[in-house]
């Protein structure tokens, strides 16, 4: 990608730092996955939960950075006849000085001494045998266990990851990639431009995290590049001994668990995204797959501005069982069907929102039969706004695709620039009417690795590609061409056809590259009799050893021996090519293959690469602008890479839909074109329109960042509870038996302080207490399971007994009673039990629940009398069930969490509406984002005190009732 950074941002805003020797970084929030700051740099961010070390502003890192020599003021009073300054030290300063008054410079500087030392390391390290040098990664974790913190081993881990890097890809890590991976360990932002070797700088920073056994994530926007780098970069950390994991979309929970157990673990965004939601879904601690109840240490996340600014605004959803409502989606899209827009309803094309007027809900009204849109009770406004929404927003082949009559959404970030699916689709059509050979890429998931190919290729003579902006990210485009991808394409291309009779999946495997129009390679022959003694050996093992394989399989067989022939050289590939099994033999023969082909067609591509630079390099247009200059930098910079030649243009229209979106006045436009020509082909250029524009974007981009910003401050609030949730269930699945029960044992107790507390009065006599109510709300919870052990009980028996008790000084704590009231069953025998008793009781009198008054030990006490004859009569229910305690806890657990899962995600609609209605505060004077957050925090409380009646009612209604199972027991 182009220099799409956060960091450069963040050095234009000064006000976001402090004014300290060493300020705070900046942060991006990612929503639902790693709670906290996000640290970013370039393409990759990094966060850590585990250390905090000094932070540093955000880094710009260039690949001609050198260690700056530093300019020393010579004495004024030494040679006090000659200049100040040496001629020398003048020219330098003036050259530099633009990055010497930038605070960017004195910060990079902190990382020389960094530098120097691993530049010290690295004649050493190279003595070293590679048994020696793989011993290092033991001997770290020795010293780490014996108190060495990472700091301390930080230049020499670095020092050998260089040195391994070497060894097994023959690439050196460059000084600024050692700055930029002590960037990433200090969980800062940096940036890198393209062609610096970000993917090689986040090795450095792995590696040393992953020393701890603590796990570390590289995360990227695909499964293909995941699979790239734990393939390409893994080879670095297998040399060392590190454990590395691939996480891919095709894996089941068992393949995924062990994976995420590697000391470093590849995963797209989405499915590290879909695994946390998924861990939290889940009914047993079998069907976690993270590191719990830890599962983020340190991650590092590739095309940070993607993921975190792009893919951040969509959120990740698991869909569920269908909404008894499910019915009323048709309904209401026919209704909206029935209204006109400015007539029933308004659009705000800049919200994304639509707003009915008296007319529209009228009209709504009627058409539903219904006398209230908003009536809780027979709810349609929200079906109704969203299929306007839909009808206004979702377009086909833009939003959304019907494919096989299923509706595919496609990612909003997919069709940001160059042009969308919709435009991709026509062009297309439209170069097939000319006859013009051309690829089209649309940035799906499931077609990252073909994507990848195409514009792996999109630099060669006379290829076209048309793509959207987000297609084929990760992958640099190579004047000329990419060679290794040209040598397997020729190699796939060679032998697939006998070692499957299946035809490749387009809907799996993307449409077949289009060659045609570019130049062929030329093999020589000893690549000719290579690939044709592979053919041979392919038929024999087909024909006569009866091997048959699928497309996919056929895929993975060539796959693996392309990476034979990287991680072996050619004398072990020929041994192993002359053994004696045709099937065994396969593998290193197409690895021989392959390296013969790739020879001829590094040689081509470099050769037609000189060539398309003669011609003036990639030319890049664009069909549209968007919102941000960010994004369309990012279409600029797949031209003139890393010193290439290159050209880019725009042509845009009027009628694109920013202009639209944000009210662009194009009457300026407009008049300045008829002056100009009545010709609508010729282009109409300028800076003053230039300026209009860059104008508009930059608007859009603060409107965007208010809006994120809003969302960051919302989103902050359903982070707090959020993480309690997700703590209280991990608690759950996680924690010892003993524990849990503890944990039920307190939901009742709670459960009962809240019955008890609403109908006391710690300043009235009892005879003033509502104690029949009480006592009909403990019957309520128990489903009336002590109606006779409490019917002689009554109302003025209960009150003079209370009285009586009141008048008592001394009670013994565990075995104390109320005169003519049931004595609670004797459950809490041996010194654990009463323990846990006297602890509940200290507990109790210091929890602040009760107002101080003349009688409040005595509610207090009769807190605990309820609460003991409610415990102890569900121990004796499951004491006499029968069951073992582990089959009981299972229940408990069970219960539990179904009951915080049912109500938290009641909250979270509850939620999204207080969300939409704390907007309208704002008109009185009010602080939306104040009213959201008391409110927010009441429903929160409210949400667990009702998720804990409800696990305390299921369990009773489960253990009490004659036939109890689990679909009683939560059954309302």
């Given at each position: 990608?182009?220099?799409?950074?956060?960091?450069?941002?963040?050095?234009?805003?000064?006000?976001?730092?402090?004014?300290?020797?060493?300020?705070?970084?900046?942060?991006?929030?990612?929503?639902?996955?790693?709670?906290?700051?996000?640290?970013?740099?370039?393409?990759?961010?990094?966060?850590?939960?585990?250390?905090?070390?000094?932070?540093?502003?955000?880094?710009?890192?260039?690949?001609?950075?050198?260690?700056?020599?530093?300019?020393?003021?010579?004495?004024?009073?030494?040679?006090?006849?000659?200049?100040?300054?040496?001629?020398?030290?003048?020219?330098?300063?003036?050259?530099?000085?633009?990055?010497?008054?930038?605070?960017?410079?004195?910060?990079?500087?902190?990382?020389?001494?960094?530098?120097?030392?691993?530049?010290?390391?690295?004649?050493?390290?190279?003595?070293?045998?590679?048994?020696?040098?793989?011993?290092?990664?033991?001997?770290?974790?020795?010293?780490?266990?014996?108190?060495?913190?990472?700091?301390?081993?930080?230049?020499?881990?670095?020092?050998?990851?260089?040195?391994?890097?070497?060894?097994?890809?023959?690439?050196?890590?460059?000084?600024?990639?050692?700055?930029?991976?002590?960037?990433?360990?200090?969980?800062?932002?940096?940036?890198?431009?393209?062609?610096?070797?970000?993917?090689?700088?986040?090795?450095?920073?792995?590696?040393?995290?992953?020393?701890?056994?603590?796990?570390?994530?590289?995360?990227?926007?695909?499964?293909?590049?995941?699979?790239?780098?734990?393939?390409?970069?893994?080879?670095?950390?297998?040399?060392?001994?590190?454990?590395?994991?691939?996480?891919?979309?095709?894996?089941?929970?068992?393949?995924?668990?062990?994976?995420?157990?590697?000391d470093i673990t590849y995963s797209s965004n989405s499915e590290i995204g879909f695994d946390?939601?998924?861990?939290?879904?889940?009914?047993?601690?079998?069907?976690?797959?993270?590191?719990?109840?830890?599962?983020?240490?340190?991650?590092?996340?590739?095309?940070?501005?993607?993921?975190?600014?792009?893919?951040?605004?969509?959120?990740?959803?698991?869909?569920?069982?269908?909404?008894?409502?499910?019915?009323?989606?048709?309904?209401?899209?026919?209704?909206?069907?029935?209204?006109?827009?400015?007539?029933?309803?308004?659009?705000?094309?800049?919200?994304?929102?639509?707003?009915?007027?008296?007319?529209?809900?009228?009209?709504?009204?009627?058409?539903?039969?219904?006398?209230?849109?908003?009536?809780?009770?027979?709810?349609?406004?929200?079906?109704?706004?969203?299929?306007?929404?839909?009808?206004?927003?979702?377009?086909?082949?833009?939003?959304?695709?019907?494919?096989?009559?299923?509706?595919?959404?496609?990612?909003?970030?997919?069709?940001?620039?160059?042009?969308?699916?919709?435009?991709?689709e026509y062009l297309s059509e439209l170069l097939r009417e000319w006859e013009i050979p051309?690829?089209?890429?649309?940035?799906?998931?499931?077609?990252?690795?073909?994507?990848?190919?195409?514009?792996?290729?999109?630099?060669?003579?006379?290829?076209?590609?048309?793509?959207?902006?987000?297609?084929?990210?990760?992958?640099?485009?190579?004047?000329?061409?990419?060679?290794?991808?040209?040598?397997?394409?020729?190699?796939?291309?060679?032998?697939?056809?006998?070692?499957?009779?299946?035809?490749?999946?387009?809907?799996?495997?993307?449409?077949?590259?289009?060659?045609?129009?570019?130049?062929?390679?030329?093999?020589?022959?000893?690549?000719?009799?290579?690939?044709?003694?592979?053919?041979?050996?392919?038929?024999?093992?087909?024909?006569?050893?009866?091997?048959?394989?699928?497309?996919?399989?056929?895929?993975?067989?060539?796959?693996?021996?392309?990476?034979?022939?990287?991680?072996?050289?050619?004398?072990?590939?020929?041994?192993?090519?002359?053994?004696?099994?045709?099937?065994?033999?396969?593998?290193?023969?197409?690895?021989?293959?392959?390296?013969?082909?790739?020879?001829?067609?590094?040689?081509?591509?470099?050769?037609?690469?000189?060539?398309?630079?003669?011609?003036?390099?990639?030319?890049?247009?664009?069909?549209?602008?968007?919102?941000?200059?960010?994004?369309?930098?990012?279409?600029?910079?797949?031209?003139?890479?890393?010193?290439?030649?290159?050209?880019?243009?725009?042509?845009?229209?009027?009628?694109?839909?920013?202009?639209?979106?944000?009210?662009?006045?194009?009457?300026?436009?407009?008049?300045?074109?008829?002056?100009?020509?009545?010709?609508?082909?010729?282009?109409?250029?300028?800076?003053?329109?230039?300026?209009?524009?860059?104008?508009?974007?930059?608007?859009?981009?603060?409107?965007?960042?208010?809006?994120?910003?809003?969302?960051?401050e919302f989103d902050e609030v359903l982070e707090v509870q959020r993480k309690h949730v997700?703590?209280?269930?991990?608690?759950?699945?996680?924690?010892?038996?003993?524990?849990?029960?503890?944990?039920?044992?307190?939901?009742?107790?709670?459960?009962?302080?809240?019955?008890?507390?609403?109908?006391?009065?710690?300043?009235?006599?009892?005879?003033?207490?509502?104690?029949?109510?009480?006592?009909?709300?403990?019957?309520?919870?128990?489903?009336?399971?002590?109606?006779?052990?409490?019917?002689?009980?009554?109302?003025?028996?209960?009150?003079?007994?209370?009285?009586?008790?009141?008048?008592?000084?001394?009670?013994?704590?565990?075995?104390?009673?109320?005169?003519?009231?049931?004595?609670?069953?004797?459950?809490?025998?041996?010194?654990?039990?009463?323990?846990?008793?006297?602890?509940?009781?200290?507990?109790?009198?210091?929890?602040?629940?009760?107002?101080?008054?003349?009688?409040?030990?005595?509610?207090?006490?009769?807190?605990?009398?309820?609460?003991?004859?409610?415990?102890?009569?569900?121990?004796?229910?499951?004491?006499?069930?029968?069951?073992?305690?582990?089959?009981?806890?299972?229940?408990?657990?069970?219960?539990?969490?179904?009951?915080?899962?049912?109500?938290?995600?009641?909250?979270?609609?509850?939620?999204?509406?207080?969300?939409?209605?704390?907007?309208?505060?704002?008109?009185?004077?009010?602080?939306?984002?104040?009213?959201?957050?008391?409110?927010?925090?009441?429903?929160?409380?409210?949400?667990?005190?009702?998720?804990?009646?409800?696990?305390?009612?299921?369990?009773?209604?489960?253990?009490?009732?004659?036939?109890?199972?689990?679909?009683?027991?939560?059954?309302?």
């Open positions: 990608m182009a220099n799409n950074s956060l960091a450069t941002k963040a050095a234009m805003q000064p006000h976001l730092f402090h004014s300290t020797p060493k300020p705070d970084v900046l942060g991006t929030r990612m929503p639902g996955i790693y709670g906290g700051l996000r640290r970013s740099y370039g393409s990759i961010a990094v966060k850590s939960t585990t250390r905090r070390r000094k932070q540093r502003m955000p880094k710009v890192l260039n690949h001609g950075d050198t260690i700056t020599r530093s300019i020393e003021l010579p004495n004024p009073n030494e040679n006090a006849g000659t200049d100040l300054f040496r001629k020398k030290d003048l020219d330098y300063l003036r050259k530099n000085w633009r990055k010497m008054t930038s605070l960017n410079y004195w910060i990079i500087r902190d990382y020389h001494v960094l530098v120097s030392a691993v530049n010290v390391l690295e004649p050493d390290m190279q003595r070293l045998t590679n048994k020696q040098l793989q011993a290092k990664t033991k001997e770290f974790r020795c010293r780490l266990r014996d108190g060495e913190t990472l700091d301390d081993i930080q230049a020499e881990a670095f020092a050998v990851v260089r040195e391994a890097a070497r060894r097994t890809l023959g690439m050196r890590h460059f000084d600024v990639q050692i700055i930029g991976g002590a960037v990433l360990h200090d969980g800062a932002i940096a940036e890198m431009k393209t062609g610096e070797g970000k993917t090689l700088v986040s090795t450095l920073a792995a590696y040393l995290n992953s020393l701890t056994g603590r796990g570390v994530h590289v995360v990227t926007v695909n499964d293909y590049l995941a699979q790239r780098d734990a393939e390409w970069m893994g080879r670095i950390h297998r040399f060392l001994g590190i454990s590395v994991g691939l996480i891919q979309s095709s894996m089941g929970p068992e393949e995924r668990k062990a994976n995420y157990t590697c946390y939601l998924r861990d939290n879904l889940g009914q047993s601690k079998e069907h976690l797959v993270m590191r719990w109840p830890k599962p983020f240490n340190f991650a590092i996340v590739d095309e940070v501005d993607s993921v975190l600014i792009d893919d951040g605004r969509n959120p990740l959803l698991i869909s569920g069982e269908a909404p008894s409502d499910a019915a009323r989606f048709p309904v209401a899209a026919q209704v909206a069907n029935l209204l006109v827009r400015d007539y029933h309803y308004n659009v705000e094309l800049k919200e994304n929102a639509v707003e009915l007027t008296e007319e529209g809900i009228a009209t709504a009204e009627l058409a539903l039969d219904t006398d209230d849109l908003w009536d809780e009770r027979d709810p349609w406004a929200r079906f109704v706004i969203n299929a306007l929404k839909a009808k206004e927003f979702y377009r086909r082949d833009v939003n959304y695709i019907v494919k096989d009559g299923q509706v595919q959404i496609i990612n909003e970030n997919a069709v940001l620039n160059g042009c969308s699916v919709e435009h991709s051309h690829n089209v890429l649309n940035a799906r998931p499931k077609y990252a690795a073909r994507e990848a190919q195409i514009v792996a290729q999109a630099g060669r003579k006379g290829a076209i590609t048309i793509s959207t902006n987000m297609a084929g990210r990760g992958t640099d485009i190579i004047l000329g061409g990419n060679h290794e991808m040209l040598a397997e394409e020729i190699i796939e291309d060679s032998l697939m056809c006998f070692m499957t009779k299946e035809a490749p999946n387009i809907d799996m495997d993307g449409a077949p590259l289009s060659q045609l129009g570019l130049a062929k390679v030329k093999l020589s022959p000893s690549s000719l009799g290579s690939l044709a003694k592979t053919v041979v050996t392919v038929k024999h093992v087909c024909q006569r050893d009866g091997e048959i394989w699928s497309y996919r399989e056929a895929k993975s067989k060539i796959s693996a021996s392309l990476e034979l022939s990287r991680s072996k050289d050619v004398n072990e590939l020929e041994s192993l090519a002359g053994g004696e099994s045709s099937t065994f033999r396969l593998g290193p023969m197409i690895a021989l293959a392959y390296l013969a082909v790739l020879k001829d067609c590094k040689v081509h591509c470099t050769k037609e690469g000189l060539e398309v630079k003669r011609l003036g390099g990639l030319h890049v247009i664009g069909t549209s602008l968007h919102e941000s200059r960010r994004i369309d930098n990012q279409l600029r910079g797949r031209a003139g890479r890393q010193g290439d030649p290159g050209s880019t243009r725009f042509m845009i229209s009027l009628q694109d839909d920013m202009f639209v979106k944000f009210n662009f006045n194009t009457e300026w436009a407009v008049n300045l074109i008829s002056k100009v020509t009545s010709n609508e082909n010729i282009p109409i250029e300028g800076d003053t329109i230039k300026n209009q524009l860059l104008g508009l974007q930059k608007s859009a981009e603060q409107y965007y960042f208010g809006l994120r910003k809003n969302l960051v997700y703590d209280l269930r991990q608690s759950l699945l996680l924690d010892d038996t003993g524990i849990c029960r503890q944990r039920i044992y307190q939901y009742m107790q709670a459960v009962m302080d809240e019955i008890v507390l609403r109908n006391v009065n710690s300043h009235k006599a009892p005879r003033y207490w509502n104690l029949r109510n009480l006592l009909d709300d403990f019957h309520a919870i128990t489903e009336r399971a002590f109606v006779d052990t409490f019917a002689g009980v009554s109302e003025e028996t209960f009150a003079v007994s209370l009285e009586h008790f009141c008048r008592m000084h001394i009670q013994e704590l565990d075995t104390f009673q109320i005169q003519n009231l049931p004595v609670p069953p004797d459950m809490f025998k041996g010194i654990h039990a009463k323990a846990f008793s006297f602890k509940r009781w200290l507990l109790l009198t210091s929890d602040g629940s009760v107002m101080s008054g003349k009688y409040q030990d005595n509610v207090n006490l009769l807190r605990k009398y309820f609460g003991d004859f409610l415990i102890a009569s569900y121990i004796e229910a499951v004491r006499d069930s029968g069951y073992d305690n582990t089959y009981a806890q299972e229940v408990e657990r069970a219960i539990a969490l179904k009951a915080l899962d049912s109500f938290w995600r009641d909250h979270l609609l509850n939620m999204n509406r207080l969300n939409t209605a704390v907007s309208v505060r704002g008109f009185g004077s009010r602080n939306p984002l104040e009213e959201y957050k008391i409110d927010g925090c009441r429903f929160f409380i409210t949400m667990l005190g009702a998720a804990r009646h409800q696990t305390v009612t299921s369990l009773l209604r489960y253990w009490l009732s004659p036939n109890g199972s689990l679909e009683l027991a939560f059954a309302n």
